[in-house]
């Protein structure tokens, strides 16, 4: 989806908007606005699907759950079930079962 800063940004079907976090116009992920916008659209569910293992979406799940009507949930990628035992070493950072996924995505 695309995610845009500018109010008429709102109303486009398949947008989200964003504000900037301060005048230099740069800005920093704010999930709230992801949720009011979604929001703001009729949707109901949102999936934040994580791609790297650094990433620990559980906690900004746990806050913002409790302000939204939206059923918030996250999943990593890499722990769906029925890909790793397709692989003799499925691996973690860059291993077979990444490799494979991003070579079929970008080949």
């Keep these: 989806m695309t995610l845009g800063s500018l ?5 486009a079907s398949s947008a989200l908007a964003a504000r900037p ?14 949720v009011e916008s979604l929001e703001a659209h009729g949707v109901s569910k949102l999936l934040v699907l994580n791609g790297h293992g650094g ?13 939204t009507p939206l059923f918030l949930c996250t999943l990593n990628w890499w722990t769906v079930p029925g890909l790793t035992h397709l692989f003799e070493d499925p691996g973690d950072h860059a291993g077979e079962l990444e490799t494979s996924l991003m070579m079929h995505l970008h080949p």
């Design 21 to 34: 976090t301060d005048n230099t116009g740069l800005y920093a992920f704010d999930p709230t606005d992801v």
């Design 55 to 67: 990433n620990d979406f559980r906690q900004m799940i746990r806050e913002l759950q409790m302000r």
């Design 7 to 11: 109010p008429l940004w709102a109303v």
